[in-house]
């Protein structure tokens, strides 16, 4: 898919601002990433121990807990992946190169997939419905972390390994901890635009009856008692629902408000409207890490039900037993399609307008030489 390239300026005039600790610390990710993936490789395994040997029970899905082995596999796996990623700041042959590489892709791998159920705890926290687990939530967070630092290890290394800045991937041989050069807010292309709506249409028909049952109206074999019923006692989703409102509806908006941020200009900057920040850049990690969380968990969910849906109906799996507020199992299942229709449409719209964020808002460090390390990938810079 075509990304849309534009100049590259830098947001302040004049002199750039004074660095502080943090900026500094942040500059320097390529460097201090490997040993933060270690030292969360050691944590965790500490903490999947712990849990192991005293018999705590952690949630990997509804009415199914980790056993002790799994958990100690995974601190395994947590300490071989965190010290790979500190290898990656050392000179290796090739023999290291490969066992470095196998153990960083198997340990991402897994707390990647570990990661996808940080969508389900957003959900719960912005509609109130409490935590379930403390113990779930604790493995998803850990998870996630480790991914993430993994993740940012894997980038440098990659870079590094291609002759390019670990940080801003352009060649350069200057220092890379320095000021950045960041493009100018841009839209995504035509294209872009036109996948991710469609995609998002998705969510109509799944939306609709929800919104339909909460309102008081009947559709699909499900009246609107029998919605009403489900949801009571629900805590603040059921105080929702109550107005009107459905808790898993408005999560579902605000995955589209951040699907639009990603594709126009209002998502790389500060609009008017947003006080004390208004023009200010939007760092670039804040739509990008939520947006390839949330994409990544929804379309594995919704590629997920479409299948099992598909399945159930051609009757290559059994039927699905029909529970409340659905009264037979036809109903059931195109409820399940219409979830995975939505869910898959919204995250693969969401992947796909973050692929182009991604691209539209690229730095380069300002120490590169800027007209040649742009040239390389084809982008004019724009020299005020």
């Known amino acids: 898919m075509a990304v849309p390239t534009n100049s590259l300026t830098r947001v302040d005039a004049g002199p750039p601002p004074e660095a502080t600790a943090w900026t500094t610390w942040w500059r320097r990710w390529p460097g201090w990433a490997p040993r933060a993936a270690l030292v969360w490789g050691v944590g965790d395994a500490v903490v999947q121990t712990a849990w192991a040997v005293t018999g705590t029970s952690v949630p990997v899905k509804p009415h199914e807990t980790y056993t002790a082995g799994v958990q100690f596999a995974l601190a395994a796996l947590a300490v071989l992946g965190g010290a790979a990623a500190q290898a990656t700041s050392r000179p290796l042959g090739r023999p290291g190169r490969v066992v470095v590489s196998v153990a960083l892709a198997a340990s991402l791998l897994v707390f990647g997939a570990g990661a996808l159920g940080v969508t389900e705890i957003l959900v719960t926290l912005v509609t109130l419905s409490g935590i379930e687990s403390a113990t779930g939530v604790v493995q998803i967070l850990l998870n996630t972390s480790g991914a993430g630092l993994l993740l940012m290890t894997v980038v440098a290394h990659r870079r590094r390994r291609r002759g390019g800045c670990p940080r801003c991937g352009h060649p350069h041989t200057r220092a890379g901890d320095g000021p950045l050069v960041h493009p100018g807010a841009s839209m995504a292309s035509a294209r872009t635009q036109v996948t991710a709506y469609v995609l998002m249409c998705g969510l109509v028909p799944w939306a609709g009856l929800k919104t339909i049952w909460t309102l008081g109206g009947d559709a699909l074999g499900v009246t609107a008692e029998g919605w009403r019923k489900l949801n009571e006692g629900a805590g603040a989703a059921g105080s929702l629902a109550s107005a009107g ?140």
Not at 344 to 369: N, Q
């Open 245 to 384: 409102l459905d808790a898993s509806v408005m999560a579902a908006l605000l995955g589209v408000f951040l699907l639009t941020g990603l594709m126009y200009r209002w998502g790389m900057a500060f609009p008017r409207w947003t006080p004390f920040l208004s023009g200010r850049r939007v760092p670039r990690l804040l739509p990008l890490v939520p947006a390839w969380l949330t994409g990544g968990a929804l379309s594995v969910y919704g590629v997920v039900l479409n299948v099992m849906a598909l399945l159930s109906a051609i009757r290559v799996i059994p039927a699905f037993e029909p529970k409340p507020p659905f009264t037979t199992s036809a109903d059931l299942t195109w409820m399940v399609w219409f979830g995975g229709l939505a869910f898959g449409g919204l995250g693969f719209a969401l992947i796909v307008a973050a692929r182009s964020y991604a691209a539209r808002t690229r730095y380069i460090c300002a120490s590169a030489d800027t007209a040649e390390a742009a040239g390389s990938d084809g982008v004019d810079v724009d020299a005020r």
